[in-house]
């Protein structure tokens, strides 16, 4: 395993040292167990795009004209 330095103030380190003793467990296991769930939680946070959820259907509609998403003849009365 390798090892990191970690600067904490110190009332963070006091309530790492007071869980560690209600848990009868060190620093570091404490540490790496939050450090794991908080990355597991970002994971399953992020949300697809619009895009990743309509992938496979970008240019699958035949006969549209190449220039419709920039062309503003196209965009007329879009929104409205």
Known sequence: MQTISLKLPETLLAELEKETRLRRTNKSALVRAALERELASSRE?????????ARDLAGSLKGLPKDIATNPKYLEGFGE
């Not at 946070?45 to 959820?53: F, G, N, T, W």
């Open 45 to 53: 946070k992020k949300k697809p795009s619009c895009y990743d959820l």
